[in-house]
């Protein structure tokens, strides 16, 4: 391949907080003056500069705030979102043209290692092909179910039921500098085509040839899995789930399968985190959303809301011994008296209805307050 930017004098390493699927697929630099094929040794030393700790880092808080969003979105239309980490090796892409001989897949904003939807969908039907133990015709009805056809080649006549989102990561990852040295490359190749051949037999006559290639290792990705509209009913999605982790932890994803990269398990702990988040916005979103109705509320409905919103504070089966109750107590008898003379028989009934649940979950009236309480409570009934 030709340089994108001849003549561009490019930097000869990346900053921290630079692009690197742009740096690895648009600024190699290492060609010789005469722009044709490229030496090992060049190759090695540039692949060099695309090595980092920790990539992603400079822009964590963001990577966790999309995973929190995903997560959220996901669920509000009826599907999950799920971490899983990656327990070696992992790399896709290394079919795209490139200089190393071997490319790599970036996402194209977040600049970081990513799984395409289409790889991840395409892992769950190899599942179902290769490892369902059902019968025939249960495997045919999931695959026709899921993903519109029983076979690949078939022209889909519906849509599958499931959406696939790309796999993205939510944490920062390394990446690694890989190389394969074989000695006897054309026999693997052609040996069985063409035997007999010097060339074409292994012998410790032939000269190395590395292959080189990036890899990422400790990378986490968030997998999205949604219904499609109108079939959230039809489809089971924690047998869909079952199949991922079954693929992702038995063949692996992304390329070099089959000498153990990309192998994923499901991360606990990072999902606890990601859930922790999502709980702890919709809470901020809940109380400031709380906040501006009471502000927003006549009198007396905010009168309710405060009382409301107080008793929720308390602890369970307050006792009336507690200090907490003096203050309760002040704030009933405000409430009770500004909506006895200024609310509607419905907002009455309204404030009776939030005093009387909170009197059989929140607080208890001792003896000696029983009839004050009562009375208290005598205009709400009228």
Known sequence: MLPLYKGLHAPSRPDSGAHMGLWFERYFSAYPPEFDSVDETARGEWLKTCVRQQYGGTFLSRLQDKAVRTLDMARSFGGDAR??????????????????????????????????????KGLVRAVIETALDDSEAERKRLLKLWFGTEAKGDVAEQAGALIFLDALPVAPCDLKAEVLTPHMGKWYEKGGKDPMQPNTMPGDWHSPVPVLWLAASNLQLQFTILPRAGMQDAVKLDEVWAALEYGLGKLGAGAKTAIGYGLFEFDSGLQSSVQRKLDSQREELAAAQQQQAMEDAPPVQRSILQLQAHLATLPDNMPASDARFTELWQMLSDSIALVSSQGSTEEKAELLAVIKAGEKQKFSISKKKEKDYKAMLTPLRT
């Open 83 to 120: 971490i899983f980490h990656c327990a070696g090796r992992f790399v896709t892409g290394t079919g795209n043209a490139h200089p190393l001989e071997n490319g790599f897949t970036w996402h194209h904003s977040l600049g970081m290692p990513y799984l395409p939807g289409s790889a991840v």
